[in-house]
């Protein structure tokens, strides 16, 4: 048996009692480590606080084993009960949608265990999550690459008056340019896109684009450690959050578009 479970957002103890009980049943577990980071992630003590809570030893499943290796996983499913633990919802990201399907191919069993994720956490702020549009992912730029294809998406959410939830870039464990050229995997120290890092990118698309589909004054929700203790919520113009410290990841970012009478009175709570 897979069992797929969802960890929640804040830390080790988020995770549901039924996925509790399901990790206590697996006698191999691993922890999906790249396309979502808990807050203990960024601490020293993090996984070991994890082991002892859930009672026992945890893999960091990074990139690279969970979309080249996954066969091992799923091998060890045809024979074993394993964990695979998915920080958020276990469908918060395509990569753990490719592996359900991978073992139904195969025959392995596969139970499901749901958590909260970012996708209705934001709710928190007051905006409604049903006058969300589609979601978007911002990427770093670098110098050779500066894609803009959330450009369009953002333009039709704002058309139709929805507001537009903007995931910030991870890297984690990624290869640099000239390591792969060498053909010896030398990997770039982990960065986490701030709110203000993405308003900036935001801005350089809109000027290149100039479409007036947003601008420095376009209301926005800028979040931080969400289900954490120390969450951080801040309202307000882009230009207003360019100057806000939101503090350490991870953030994400949210396009105001057309509010109700009560989403406004909500909003005022984090306004600057």
């Known amino acids: 048996m897979l069992y797929i479970i969802g960890l929640g957002l804040g830390d080790d ?18 922890m999906e480590a790249y396309t979502s980071l808990l807050s203990f992630g960024l601490s020293p003590n993090g996984l070991s606080n994890m082991e002892n809570l859930y009672g026992r030893s945890i893999t960091l499943a990074d990139r690279e084993m969970v979309e080249e290796k996954a066969d091992q996983i799923l091998n060890e499913a045809q024979s074993s009960d394993v964990a695979f633990l998915v920080v958020g919802d276990p469908f918060g ?6 592996l359900v399907v991978r073992a139904k191919k195969l025959g392995v069993d596969v139970q ?3 958590n ?8 928190v702020c007051g905006l409604q999550l049903y006058h969300y549009g589609e979601t978007v992912s911002i990427p770093f730029f670098t110098e050779t690459w500066r894609p803009d294809s959330f450009y369009e998406k953002i333009r039709e959410n704002r058309k139709l008056g929805l507001h537009t939830l903007c995931l910030l870039d991870i ?32 801005l350089e698309v809109e000027e290149a684009r100039g479409e007036s589909v947003y601008g420095e004054n376009t209301i926005c929700v800028g979040f931080a450690r969400l289900g954490s ?31 109700h009478p009560v989403e406004e009175e909500m909003l005022e709570f984090y306004g600057l």
Request: proline letters at 5%; a positive charge.
């Open 13 to 30: 103890k988020d995770i549901t009692l039924k996925g509790l009980e399901a990790v206590k049943k697996c006698s191999i577990v691993y």
């Open 93 to 98: 990201a395509t990569t753990h949608t490719d």
């Open 112 to 114: 499901v265990i749901h």
């Open 116 to 123: 909260a994720s970012v996708m209705n956490a934001v709710g």
């Open 171 to 202: 890297r984690v464990k990624e290869p640099t340019i000239e390591s792969l050229c060498r053909g010896k995997k030398q990997y770039e120290p982990p960065r986490f896109m701030t709110v203000n890092t993405a308003i900036e990118q935001l």
């Open 229 to 259: 203790e120390d969450q951080k919520v801040v309202a307000g113009s882009m230009k207003q959050l360019l100057t806000v410290d939101f503090g350490p990841p991870l953030h994400c970012l949210v396009i105001v578009g057309k509010t």
